[in-house]
């Protein structure tokens, strides 16, 4: 069965630093998504994008976030200048345009853990 | 408003009984999709069932069945025959609109806990 694949799983990074987080989603998928989770806490949007662009943001996705799909199979999320409160998992997700109503759904990433220490 | 409301933050179930998860949903969309996902202690997020608005019955996937009363804006997830690898968080969530393109909106999640 076709996976969103992420890396790395685990990141440890210095406060200030920059981190990029991978995904390659899966391949005939058109729409990709970033979501977050601070422990114990539910998940929550950031960033969702369709055709080389951001479709849609959160009021999380502030200017220290961005995405990019460098090339046909990765999509990554960048913070610029990581803060103690970002430390949470990360999820990437992947869909597909509903044919004839159906709707394929959204398949997660195993997610990154970022501590920002 | 809570899009997503699930008001059970634990459930505990007895090893082989059926347990009932609940969700209550908020929209004023007709069309929309509602979703539940496991999240064992590894962290993934693992989907398991999906209802549309306009599904007229109720999804089933294996031992997951998903009560759908549109009035009453409810999605409660029922897992039959609770098995020791259950445990885990569950969330609802539901997609407002068409089409695979609008994001996901989750709830806060239940953490079941299945004993032997």
């Known amino acids: 069965e076709p996976e969103v694949t992420q890396t790395p799983s685990h990141q440890v990074t210095q406060m200030g630093q920059e981190v990029i987080l991978r995904c390659v989603p899966i391949?005939?998928?058109?729409?990709f998504y970033w979501y977050r989770q601070i422990l114990g806490q539910k998940v929550e949007f950031l960033v969702s994008f369709y055709n080389n662009e951001i479709s849609e943001k959160s009021e999380i996705f502030d200017d220290q976030f961005s995405v990019e799909r460098p090339d046909g199979s990765n999509f990554t999320l960048k913070i610029r200048s990581t803060k103690l409160e970002d430390s949470a998992m990360y999820f990437c997700?992947?869909?597909?345009?509903?044919?004839?109503?159906?709707?394929?759904?959204?398949?997660f990433g195993s997610g990154t853990r970022l501590t920002v220490v | 408003a809570q899009k997503i409301t699930q008001t059970q933050p634990g459930m505990f179930v007895q090893e082989k009984e059926a347990v009932t998860l609940d969700c209550t949903y908020d929209?004023?969309?007709?069309?929309?999709?509602l979703f539940w996902y496991k999240q064992p202690s590894s962290g993934e997020m693992i989907f398991l069932i999906y209802?549309?608005?306009?599904?007229?019955q109720n999804a089933t996937e294996g031992r997951y069945s998903l009560n759908f009363q549109k009035a009453r804006k409810s999605a409660n997830l029922v897992i039959s025959a609770s098995q020791l690898g259950d445990s885990a968080m569950y969330f609802c969530a539901m997609r407002e609109g068409g089409s695979g393109n609008t994001p996901l909106v989750f709830g806060k999640g239940t953490r079941l806990s299945v004993i032997a």
């Open positions: 209802q549309g608005s306009y599904d007229e």
């Open positions: 929209t004023s969309d007709q069309s929309y999709g």
């Open positions: 391949s005939n998928h058109l729409y």
């Open positions: 997700a992947s869909s597909d345009v509903g044919r004839q109503g159906v709707d394929y759904g959204y398949t």
